[in-house]
T-cell receptor, first 119, second 113 residues
Framework: GAGVSQSPSNKVTEKGKDVELRCDPISGHTALYWYRQSLGQGLEFLIYFQGNSAPDKSGLPSDRFSAERTGGSVSTLTIQRTQQEDSAVYLC?????????????????FGPGTRLTVT | AQSVTQLGSHVSVSEGALVLLRCNYSSSVPPYLFWYVQYPNQGLQLLLKYTSAATLVKGINGFEAEFKKSETSFHLTKPSAHMSDAAEYFCAVKREGNEKLTFGTGTRLTIIP
């Protein structure tokens, strides 16, 4: 079946512009995550959506970053007034909402990422 | 806070040799542990995961990892390296009730022909 897809695959933008990154999770997955991968910071958690619950935004680095998930499926990560330090690969992941068995853990399936370059 | 340490940002092994990638975690309770692989310009792919069912976990592509509570370690091994194993490998930890993954800094594996 189709995996997690992200668009665009590459985005070059000028400092100060807003960007939107899109994530299409695996059909039926109720949980969706955004991570950022950069040379200086490694892989960092940004935000997590689970069903209709309030998202966990604890990883967002500043108020310039926001994300929404419409209809429990597609998610958009928005970065306003981009800065050069925002340059990174933004990874989206999704996971099923039902544990396979007690004591198990959801497996997160990752998309290919969006490479953002701020000039 | 939950964290994970990967020793060695770069590891080189000869084709056919043992692969050993090290991961240590810090946690007050046994966490969930994962190894992911990332090939160039691709996303992360799960190799294997530890969720308390068994301490020796077998994954894809011949990899396995052993959870050792006494050493707080979850090292990744493969008996015989293949050229196709060249990639970056990430160890990650997750606490029950908190869905975010905390990743190590990664180990880039190079296979020498």
């Amino acid at each position: 079946g189709a995996g997690v897809s992200q668009s665009p695959s590459n985005k070059v933008t000028e400092k100060g512009k807003d960007v939107e990154l899109r994530c299409d999770p695996i059909s039926g997955h109720t949980a969706l995550y955004w991570y950022r991968q950069s040379l200086g910071q490694g892989l960092e958690f940004l935000i997590y959506f689970q069903g209709n619950s309030a998202p966990d935004k604890s990883g967002l680095p500043s108020d310039r970053f926001s994300a929404e998930r419409t209809g429990g499926s597609v998610s958009t990560l928005t970065i306003q007034r981009t800065q050069q330090e925002d340059s990174a690969v933004y990874l989206c992941a999704s996971s099923p909402g039902t544990l396979e068995r007690e004591g198990d853990s959801y497996e997160q399936y990752f998309g290919p990422g969006t490479r953002l370059t701020v000039t | 806070a939950q964290s994970v340490t990967q020793l060695g940002s770069h590891v080189s092994v000869s084709e056919g040799a043992l692969v050993l990638l090290r991961c240590n975690y810090s946690s007050s309770v046994p966490p969930y542990l994962f190894w992911y692989v990332q090939y160039p310009n691709q996303g992360l792919q799960l190799l294997l995961k530890y969720t308390s069912a068994a301490t020796l976990v077998k994954g894809i592509n011949g990899f396995e990892a052993e959870f050792k509570k006494s050493e707080t370690s979850f090292h990744l091994t493969k008996p015989s390296a293949h050229m196709s194993d060249a990639a970056e490998y990430f160890c990650a930890v997750k606490r029950e009730g908190n869905e975010k993954l905390t990743f190590g800094t990664g180990t880039r594996l190079t296979i020498i022909p």
